[in-house]
């Protein structure tokens, strides 16, 4: 008597694609080797940073009279006396100082700080209380720290992203070049199939960002860069929410897109077009970190907000409503890139031979 093996339940069939795709990433040399190198360039990274600043001296402050008696004398702060607050304002404006001590009657506790574009952390922390800050140039360039920052974002996207977004191509093409996807979609479905290899895929991808994440922290606060680490700390908790959903985008269409081709050679050209967008967020933030209005628009595209939506926030530029709606805007075109991704894949799995057109990719 002959009995018909049932097919595994949906949720079970996801979880073994997922738990293969994980454990074939972490089996790999070249995936553990190449992680290896991405903490170990983070690290040493944060720990060049913390050698500059740590050898560059103190911060430059100018104090204006009586003000010098609120400024530590052993805060390791290279303070410059002057007479009267035009002087410390032009001092502060040339770049000389990075901020100023003034006398302000008006003021609580009798001074404030005056500083060019951004609050100087490394000088309020060392102050008893906290000062009133006057910024001279409030809208002005993000400087050093603001470029740090977006290649900071910029790079560990643009990495990860190249990175699972490519062996994700590459394993549903090596799948159809050795019939092997005839098997698996014989036991399970198609859409269970991409969606293990989506949800393994960015578990790892993930857990790369949560360990940046990590030594980027815990760096930064053990080599005395606090200045950089409480600016940085929550763009970088959104960075990584953001991150989670613009992977999921793309590696939904990453798949549909090398499901479309049947050799490793063709794969370039279906996938050419999205990592064009993995490299344009990447290329803008550097070369418009300090542009308000290309970081807005950036913020508010799916494809770039995981980048420019954590930029404005470490920038201050970024209202409390606004990663919200970035957000919800991200989730809805990731669900579209989901099931728009899963016809393809589904409609193009088994066709064998010549690039499927993605007119009939997405009708048949």
């Known amino acids: 008597m002959s009995t018909v093996t049932a097919a595994p339940p949906t949720a079970h069939s996801v979880r073994l694609v997922a738990e293969r795709e994980i454990g074939s990433k972490l089996r790999s040399k070249a995936f553990v080797i190449s992680s290896i190198i991405l903490f170990a360039v983070a690290l040493a990274g944060i720990i060049w940073g913390g050698f500059a600043a740590s050898s560059s001296g103190g911060t430059p402050v100018a104090v204006v009279g009586e003000a010098a008696q609120d400024v530590p004398a052993d805060a390791g702060l290279e303070v410059t006396e002057v007479t009267d607050r035009a002087a410390a304002e032009a001092l502060v404006t040339s770049g000389d100082v990075d901020a100023a001590v003034v006398p302000d009657a008006s003021s609580p506790l009798g001074f404030r700080v005056i500083a060019d574009t951004s609050v100087p952390t490394q ?23 603001g470029y740090i920052a977006a290649v900071g974002f910029g790079a560990v996207f643009l990495a990860a992203a190249s990175m699972f977004g490519g062996t994700i191509a590459q394993s549903v093409v090596e799948e159809k070049q050795t019939r092997v996807v005839e098997l698996l979609i014989s036991t399970i479905p198609a859409r269970a199939l991409l969606a293990g290899k989506v949800i393994g895929n960015t578990i790892l991808a993930m857990a790369q960002i949560l360990i940046l994440a990590a030594i980027a922290i815990v760096g930064l606060a053990v080599t005395g860069q606090t200045e950089l680490l409480q600016g940085i700390g929550t763009p970088i908790v959104w960075f990584a929410v953001f991150f989670l959903f613009g992977f999921i985008l793309l590696a939904s269409l990453f798949a549909a897109a090398a499901a479309m081709v049947s050799r490793q050679e063709d794969i370039g050209s279906t996938t050419t077009p999205l990592t064009l967008l993995v490299m344009a967020p990447y290329i803008l933030v ?11 628009v950036m913020s508010y595209i799916p494809f770039s907000a995981p980048v420019g939506m954590p930029m404005r926030m470490f920038l201050g530029e970024a209202q409390w409503w606004e990663p919200l709606l970035s957000l919800v805007i991200l989730i809805a075109t990731c669900v579209a890139a989901i099931l728009v991704g899963a016809r393809i894949y589904e409609n193009s799995l088994l066709r064998m031979g010549a690039r499927v057109k993605l007119a009939d990719a997405l009708t048949r």
């Open 286 to 296: 550097i070369i418009f970190f300090d542009n308000p209005l290309v970081l807005g």
């Open 123 to 145: 000088l309020i922390m060392t102050l008893a209380q906290t000062p009133p800050v006057e910024l001279l140039n409030p809208d002005g360039d993000a400087g050093f720290l």
